[in-house]
């Protein structure tokens, strides 16, 4: 079946720091998604990218669709405490019409104040 | 919106015990899924409904799972019986569904810790 390889799998910074994590496929996506999730949560969407070269920010974040459709990253600018938590990518395959998505084993982000 | 409900969010119970998790999706969603969450394996999709008719449950691990959607506003994920391996976070999300507008994206509960002791 079809997976992701997401790097790092966990991250330690310093608040202000900016940070990098990317998502990789060997097959072809449609659709890239990035989720955070909190301690006790479910993950919740931050970004959404539908078109291959794609670049989209929210506030501090900032990701996009690679050009092969085989990858995406994400950057968060100047971390802030409140950016700690699990960050999982997802994609959405060629397979028409399914709303199945794969998830990576996600990156694990801890800021110290 | 109250967004996606499950219940319990706790579920402590003994090996060969039948484990019911409930889901209540957004309002107007017409997609439901349930995903299995571990350490070791991440987010996996067990089951997902369209108009409450399953579409695909290659993920469904084995018979011991059973996944239902009796109307638009409920499904269920039970396990019978229930073994320690199943100890997992179980999520339930929903969607608009997929079409040019709605663009797949999921919702998700807060979860249910389950433990099989």
């Known amino acids: 079946g079809q997976q992701l390889n997401q790097s790092p799998q966990s991250m330690f910074i310093q608040e202000g720091e900016d940070v990098s994590m990317n998502c990789t496929s060997s097959?072809?996506?449609?659709?890239w998604l990035w989720y955070k999730q909190e301690p006790g949560e479910g993950p919740v969407l931050l970004i959404a990218?539908?078109?291959?070269?794609e670049l989209t920010s929210n506030g501090r974040l900032t990701a996009q669709f690679g050009i092969t459709r085989k990858d995406s990253f994400l950057n968060i600018s100047a971390s802030i405490p409140s950016d700690v938590g699990i960050y999982f990518c997802?994609?959405?395959?060629?397979?028409?019409?399914?709303?199945?998505?794969?998830f990576g084993k996600g990156t694990k982000l801890t800021v110290n104040p | 919106d109250a967004g996606v409900i499950q219940s319990p969010r706790h579920e402590v119970t003994e090996m060969g015990q039948e484990v019911t998790l409930r889901c209540k999706p957004i309002?107007?969603?017409?997609?439901l899924f349930w995903y299995r969450q571990t350490m070791m394996r991440g987010l996996e999709l067990l089951i997902y409904?369209?108009?409450?008719?399953?579409?695909?449950d290659s993920g469904m691990p084995e018979d011991r799972f059973s996944a239902k959607m009796p109307n638009a506003s409920f499904s269920t994920l039970k396990i019978q019986p229930s073994e320690p391996r199943d100890s997992a976070v179980y999520f339930c999300?929903?969607?608009?569904?997929?079409?040019?507008?709605?663009?797949?994206?999921?919702?998700f509960g807060a979860g249910t810790r389950l433990s099989v002791l």
């Open positions: 999300a929903s969607s608009l569904g997929w079409d040019r507008l709605a663009k797949n994206i999921q919702y």
């Open positions: 097959s072809i996506f449609n659709t």
């Open positions: 990218l539908y078109k291959a070269g």
């Open positions: 997802a994609g959405r395959g060629t397979q028409g019409g399914s709303e199945k998505l794969v």
């Open positions: 309002s107007g969603h017409n997609s």
């Open positions: 409904f369209n108009n409450n008719v399953p579409i695909d």
